[in-house]
């Protein structure tokens, strides 16, 4: 005896009136129930522009439907049309699409009077957000299935060439996992078999109909519906295959136009790759951003919210610099920061190198804090020479279990992983994320980066980890700005792989902003200009670029309390060029002392006379 269900009801955009349907226990051609659209029921007047692209049958019923006056203008809702006689669809979404204009996902908005969505009444459908999948479609033999089955035949298949048949819909991942020990015992790695069971239980187990299924041909990408319950096949050749009805769209999408974080995805080297991360932006494609308030608002979206798919596709925009954030920086003009945000929206990447105290640390928490829109948005972590990968991306390392009080070696994610898995959380995709890396050069940046060098290059694609062996990517959304003390470790020791990585800026006292900074930054506090006049000084008398002083040893408050220039040199300064000049046997204070520089100053000149020609070397 066929199974009873109650009748379903799905309510129009707009407020509009309210259709009745049946659940059929028979199949449709699509492997799915069949659901019929009971006579009276009302029907949208126009339809999406998307409609033909994104539910091509759906579509073609509509309109056959229509042309034959089975769909026609009625008097019972005016503005509305009227289904005239039961028609008997596919699917719950397609008797959904044929009403709405649009597509639908029929197992949630078909409802009982009560409010139960139909997909409380089958077996592996259930109420809740839908899903997005890529699957693969290369055979073992290396035909594309997608062309040449696919799509003729409306399906989506996955090779299990020796599973035994009759595996059950549903079975869990530590079942599948003995089944799969066993069957592929001679056949497959360990590794593989991992893969394997985590592909074969969500095409088992966690698909359901309803969800989203993409697949990538001939360089582009399609979209399409999963309609129904798997099945497992037998082959010519006597292997086991899996597969399931899908609704696929009419028309790909080149992979070379598709946003960043999709073709990321798209990347990971797996037949079955759950992109539900990225699904806001699959059902957004093809789709005005009209179309998508408008889906939002039919599905009864608060009126100022926006929609998923659309906040999905905004862009990640850095604000421009004002003039405000020029003066408050103390920088010559507003145009250095403008190349600032152009640096970093085209490269991701850049890195400030100077001597010390040249403002590199604060320059970078600053124009990153403006940037990303807070503190919250940015995570400074600094290198040393004992850095590596493991402190850095993640490691394993000695933890104490919170309840048994051992130890043990654990997975643990490092600053950057962790910061990556923020930058990427729903809601945060579209806002600028800033990880800072202060003294970047005192590490042994290969050792640190590890296979990571190759994302710093490549945003659109992935990598295998080295210790989790999962695939990973850096988000759109994550930049980075390091600082390099060029006192420290020379420039011209960083390789030529982290250079094409980077944008480099130097901030030095012989170019601005650096050069002119502290004498307006005197002004801007009503301080004696003396503390820039001197510095001025100090810097003619050092040949080495690399080791002139920077402004900020003289912007702090100490500095102007009695004695505190004075103390300020004593302590600080003297002792840099001390250090430089070890072994050369010069005269430190008689050079750089204050007497020295404040008489070459009154004199106005950056070299006093008793100085003339001094090698300092």
């Known amino acids: 005896m066929a199974e009873e269900y109650p009748e379903f009801q799905l309510r129009l955009p707009h407020g509009g009136p309210t259709a009745r349907g049946r659940l059929l226990s028979e199949m449709g ?35 056959k439907l229509i042309a034959e006056r089975a769909i026609r203008e009625t008097t019972t809702w005016s503005g509305w049309l009227e289904v005239v006689q039961d028609v008997e669809c596919n699917s719950p979404s397609a008797a ?47 035909s594309d299935l997608v062309q040449r089955v696919w799509f003729l035949e409306g399906r989506v298949t996955l090779a299990a060439p020796w599973l035994r048949p009759d595996v059950a819909q549903g079975v869990s991942k530590e079942k599948l996992r003995t089944l799969v020990d066993a069957d592929y015992d001679s056949t497959a790695t360990y590794n593989e078999k991992v893969q394997l069971v985590d592909e074969l239980h969500a095409f088992f187990s966690r698909m359901r109909p309803g969800d989203t299924v993409c697949t990538v041909s001939d360089g582009r990408l399609y979209i399409g519906e999963i309609t129904g319950r798997v099945e497992q096949r037998v082959a010519e050749d006597g292997s086991s295959y899996l597969r399931r009805p899908v609704e696929w769209g009419r028309e790909g999408f080149p992979l ?32 005005s951003d009209e179309e ?21 596709r905004r862009e990640v925009e850095l604000p421009a610099p004002t003039e405000e954030l020029r003066a408050r920086l103390n920088v010559h003009h507003v145009e250095w920061l403008h ?44 290198f040393h020479p004992s850095y590596a990968y493991e402190d850095f991306f993640e490691g394993f390392r000695p933890l104490e279990d919170p309840q048994t009080h051992e130890v043990a070696f654990r997975l643990t994610a490092g600053p950057l992983r962790e910061f990556a898995t923020l930058a990427r959380r729903e809601g945060n995709r579209h806002i600028p994320h800033f990880l800072i890396i202060d003294e970047i050069n005192r590490a042994n940046l290969a050792k640190v980066f590890g296979e990571l060098y190759f994302l710093l ?25 390091g600082t390099m003390n060029t006192a420290d470790r020379s420039i011209a020791l960083v390789d030529a792989a982290m250079r ?20 307006r930054w005197l002004a801007a506090e009503g301080k004696d200009p003396e503390p820039a006049d001197l510095l001025d000084a100090l810097n003619a008398r050092i040949d080495d670029a690399d080791f002139r002083i ?30 430089h000049h070890y072994g050369a046997g010069v005269d430190i204070e008689g050079r750089y002392g204050l007497p020295a520089l404040r008489r070459a100053v009154v004199a106005g000149s950056g070299q006093d006379e008793t100085n003339k020609g001094f090698d300092p070397e």
Not at 357 to 381: C, D, H, P
Not at 505 to 511: A, F, G, K, M
Not at 553 to 569: A, C, I, N, Q, S
């Open 292 to 312: 998508l308030v408008e889906e939002a608002r039919d599905a009864g979206a608060d009126s100022g919210a926006e929609p998923a798919a659309l906040t999905a």
């Open 339 to 382: 190349e600032l945000r152009n640096l970093l929206g085209d490269e991701k990447q850049l890195i400030f190198y100077g001597p010390p105290g040249t403002g590199k640390t604060y320059f970078a928490q600053e124009i990153a804090e403006y940037l990303g829109g807070g503190r919250e948005q940015v995570k400074l972590v600094q």
């Open 550 to 579: 920077g402004p900020s040893y003289l912007m702090k408050p100490g500095v102007f309390r009695d004695g505190g220039l004075e103390r300020t040199w004593r302590t600080k300064i003297l002792p840099l060029l001390e250090e």
């Open 96 to 142: 959904g699409d044929i009403l709405v204009g649009r597509s639908c996902n029929g197992w949630l908005e078909w409802k009982t009077e009560d409010g139960r969505p139909l997909a409380d009444f089958l077996e592996q459908v259930w109420a809740g957000p839908s899903r997005a999948w890529l699957v693969r479609g290369a055979h073992p033999s290396g």
């Open 256 to 287: 070379d136009g598709l946003p960043e974080e999709l073709r990321q995805q798209l990347s990971l080297k797996h037949d079955v790759v759950d992109l539900t991360t990225s699904k806001a932006i699959v059902d957004g494609m093809g789709v």
């Open 500 to 519: 094409r990585r980077f944008a480099f800026v130097e901030l030095s006292p012989r170019i601005e902003p650096t050069a002119g900074l502290l004498r």
């Open 29 to 63: 051609t699509n492997g799915s129930q069949k659901m019929v659209v009971l006579a009276g029921s009302p029907a949208r007047p126009e339809v999406v522009p998307s409609f033909a692209l994104r539910t091509p049958s759906s579509h073609r019923l509509r309109e």
């Open 457 to 481: 290059e490549y945003r659109d694609r992935s990598v295998r980890l080295t210790y989790s062996s999962e695939d990973f990517f850096l988000p759109r959304n994550l930049f980075i700005i």
